[in-house]
């Protein structure tokens, strides 16, 4: 019985044994040529280091973004940081978006690796030097990520592209969208609507614009992808209400907007991040923002449109808290609305006052890259907040 079953097995193996090492040899000169390759069979992941999390990441050919969030239960100051992408030895050096991270905050760290090439998937190991706020860097420790990614093309930096609006206002191109606003009353004593992560606050009033292809620039900034995956988003116009000179208003608002297009990353509620201050620059006419990052805003116009106007001051939310009862804000001057309570999620019901010369009151996002710089990267703002504006006896 046992030399039958020698005898089977060395016959089995004589007669498919070929075929098992054509496999093998096809298999090995495919890899060799670069037709498969087991580090894209890899899944996309990011694996954070103990006492963080990462939320979401993304690597273009020029650039590569990681937000992390601070899990540690304390403050921490970040001291420096660098990235190892692939078998390279030598670490590009890293930048983090804020210096002091409190407990449970978020921050991003920007890498400038120049050598990736679009399509490939690559395994990084992103090394982040920290210490407590208490401390001082000579207490600094240092801790890493590793993260496996798919490189996209960007020939911009993945920077929102910005066209040169000095000149007069972008053509308007019959594959784009006209300006059409969305125009609600308060004639039964409130209203109720949606706004959407890509309503773009710098649009309000701006008749003179037709919002173009994603492959186009104009006004708004836009992240400048060569093509962009078809789930990308079109800028929209803020809805918009009918107001009169000293109404006053209050708010609730609900829901929530992520501003990465990542499943995976966080959804700011209407209220944004209130530890961290965006700084939006004004646009034409209409003021700059330096209030909650992703926060829910609104700017109040005469009708006229603001792309002949000069940029009235900001309202300074470093020194203006957001958490007031009541507000006055000016002409075109972008304000926070949040959830309308005066602290996240309860409080008393905040109240604002229209400004002299009000006729229209629009609600909206104040975006940009990071939150910070020219108005734009509303493309990949995925959400939606439910408000409520209830004119005040």
């Known amino acids: 019985m046992t030399n039958k079953r020698a005898q089977g097995a060395l016959e089995f193996l004589t007669t498919y044994g070929w075929a098992f090492v054509v496999v093998l040899v096809l298999i090995g000169t495919m890899s060799s040529m670069g037709v498969i390759s087991p580090s894209q069979l890899q899944p996309e992941k990011c694996v954070s280091p103990p006492g963080f999390s990462c939320d979401a990441h993304s690597m273009s050919e020029n650039e590569q973004k990681f937000k992390f969030k601070n899990k ?19 670490a590009s050096t890293c930048s983090s ?13 920007t890498c400038n690796d120049q050598d990736l090439k679009d399509g490939e998937k690559v395994k990084s190991e992103l090394e982040i030097a920290y210490y407590k706020s208490t401390s001082d860097e000579s207490f600094a420790k240092s801790v890493k990520a590793s993260i496996v990614s798919q490189v996209f093309k960007s020939e ?65 900034g ?18 918009a209400i009918f107001v009169e000179p000293n109404q006053v208003l209050s708010f609730s608002a609900s ?15 209407p209220d944004g991040k209130l530890s961290t201050a965006s700084n939006v620059r004004a646009l034409k006419g209409i003021s700059a923002y330096n209030g ?21 001051s900001s309202i300074n939310y470093l020194t203006t808290s957001i958490n007031s009862t009541s507000f006055s804000p000016g002409l075109r001057q972008v304000f926070f609305i ?23 009151l629009y609600i909206g996002i104040a975006d940009s890259w990071a939150f910070s710089g020219y108005p734009g990267a509303y493309e990949d703002n995925n959400g939606a907040f439910s408000v409520t504006v209830y004119l005040n006896e």
């Not at 829901?255 to 509620?269: H, Q, R």
Request: proline share 7%; hydrophobic share 30%; glycine share 10%.
């Open 97 to 109: 978006d804020s210096q002091l991270i409190g407990s449970d905050e978020d921050f991003i760290i």
């Open 222 to 239: 836009r992240h400048g992808i060569t093509n962009y995956p078809s789930y990308f988003l079109i800028e929209t116009i803020p809805n």
């Open 255 to 269: 829901g929530s907007i992520d501003y990465w297009l990542n499943p995976s990353a966080e959804f700011y509620s």
């Open 292 to 312: 909650p990052w992703g926060s829910l805003v609104g700017v109040f116009t005469d009708g006229s449109n603001p792309n002949s106007l000069s940029a009235p």
């Open 156 to 220: 911009t930096n993945y920077q929102p592209v910005i066209e040169d609006n000095t000149s007069d206002a972008p053509t308007n191109e019959s594959t784009g969208t006209p300006y059409q606003e969305n125009l609600f009353s308060l004639s039964g004593g409130s209203v109720s609507f949606s706004v959407k992560g890509t309503d773009a606050i710098y649009l309000a009033g701006r008749t003179d614009i037709t919002i173009p292809p994603l492959d186009s620039t104009y006004e708004i």
């Open 338 to 360: 949040g959830d309308g309570l005066t602290a996240l999620n309860t409080g008393d019901r905040q109240s604002i006052t229209v400004p002299a010369g009000a006729t229209k």
């Open 72 to 90: 540690l239960g304390y403050s921490i100051n970040i001291k420096n940081s660098s990235i190892a992408i692939g078998s390279s030895n030598t």
